[in-house]
């Protein structure tokens, strides 16, 4: 762990609002669930997801971290972490389609069961899903269904709305769609930039994409 | 105060999320700001507002109610606060235009500053919202722009999001648009009809209308 998120340990606490859980059912000893972890930025979330797995919150290893910018700093995570990082351009792809095509091999690879897309900023095809039917999971930075698509915070900002926050769902052809596994719901301050507001929804995210994940494993 | 609203006694409580206030600026002797309000249904909102008003939250005189339906609740609630109601069936009128410049006159002739839609349900039309420019409040029972238009807590169970609210916002021509003044984001249960769900929404409701109100008046 030499790599840690300043953004994890900032206090960005305001009131929040997370919606409730299905009470876990009973504890039984059971394999870790193998994860595939994709992402293209800086890689907080993937790290709050290795935090929660460590602390015992999620019974889960992640087998491999796929990412597709060469400078993304979510990779020196990863190796923090130990978990393979392998980088796929997609910029080297003539199609959303072939990109998926290996994106599945190297998750099958490593024998992924559920893939996680933690700041994933390419549009999943039916390659991927058919490849993991209902076992892509997507965070968006939106209280879903307003919001969809990119610069979600922004959106939120520039809708002057007083409430946004976050959705993890399974992940459905259509855009930030799917069934909703949690959301939480996070207050627009008065004097809020999209930096501010930006980092206290990541606060949120990851809280809740660890909860969806242990969610949605136990079905 | 013959009558009292059950749904405002009862033990809702769940967590909630009610957006930030811009501070109140500095007290100072005013003149009551006069409001008419308008409703459909029960009249718990109107309650709301009237208890609010007693209780030295918000300084305003509800100068009117106006209702559309002869055998709306609400006019009883009026005649407990000893507030004027005034029936104006919509049915009897060619046109929602020609309603509501019945609805201008009736608001006119009550010397109203700010007029609140709480419950109501019709759309208000040019005539009414170029007489009250900016002047008009609507409560809609969703976390706009999420869920527009009637049904709204049914379209969010529909939708298996996990959260939803309420938001109230200054009226404009498009339907449940406008600039948004008050939001509260509440958690959707895992064992929620629309009849419960409805009614937590609702005690959210009671809380922010007074306060966006206060709000809007204070400019």
Chains 1, 2 share one sequence.
């Not at 490593?110 to 039917?133: I, K, N, S």
């Not at 209902?134 to 007083?162: C, D, T, W, Y």
């Not at 909860?211 to 079905?219: C, M, P, S, T």
Request: net charge neutral.
């Amino acid at each position: 762990m030499t790599v840690q998120s300043k953004m994890l340990d900032r206090d960005l606490s305001t009131p929040s609002l997370i919606s409730p859980q299905v009470p876990p059912k009973e504890v039984k000893l059971e394999e870790p669930v193998k994860l595939g972890i994709m992402a293209s930025g800086s890689g907080t979330n993937f790290e709050a997801v290795a935090r929660s797995i460590r602390e015992g919150q999620l019974n889960a290893k992640i087998q491999v971290l796929i990412y597709n910018n060469p400078n993304a700093k979510v990779r020196s995570r990863a190796e923090g972490w130990e978990v393979p990082a392998v980088l796929l351009n997609h910029r080297e792809y003539k199609s959303r389609e072939e990109f998926d095509r290996s994106v599945v091999e190297v998750l099958q690879r490593h024998q992924v069961d559920w893939v996680v897309m933690a700041g994933w900023m390419r549009v999943a095809t039916r390659v991927l899903l058919d490849a993991f039917p209902n076992k892509v999971i997507n965070i968006h930075p939106s209280l879903l269904p307003s919001f969809r698509g990119v610069r979600a915070v922004e959106q939120a900002l520039k809708a002057k709305v007083k409430i946004t926050g976050c959705t993890v769902h399974i992940v459905s052809l259509e855009v930030d769609s799917g069934p909703i596994l949690v959301q939480a719901a996070v207050p627009i301050l008065e004097d809020d930039t999209p930096e501010t507001l930006h980092d206290r929804v990541q606060v949120q995210e990851h809280i809740i994409l660890p909860q969806a994940i242990a969610l949605a494993v136990r079905g």
